[in-house]
């Protein structure tokens, strides 16, 4: 079974991975840091949340 997220997550973290394709890895550390430059979000929770997405997505999309 996999997580279920909120679709403003995925929503934002498939607007990243759109327009800047080449920042992201399938690492979660350097997603996070990434999530952090690129967006601004007001807790750290909802950067993890972005960014672990964002990793699973890369990581489906290799």
């Known amino acids: 079974m996999g997580n279920i997220r909120p679709r403003f997550i995925k929503r934002a973290a498939e607007r990243l ?10 690492d979660f550390e350097h997603n996070k840091r990434a999530v952090s430059e690129l967006l601004i979000l007001p807790s750290k929770r909802l950067r993890n949340l972005v960014a672990g997405y964002l990793t699973s997505l890369v990581k489906r999309m290799e």
Not at 17 to 26: C, N, S
């Open 17 to 26: 991975v759109r327009d800047y394709p080449e920042r992201f890895k399938p």
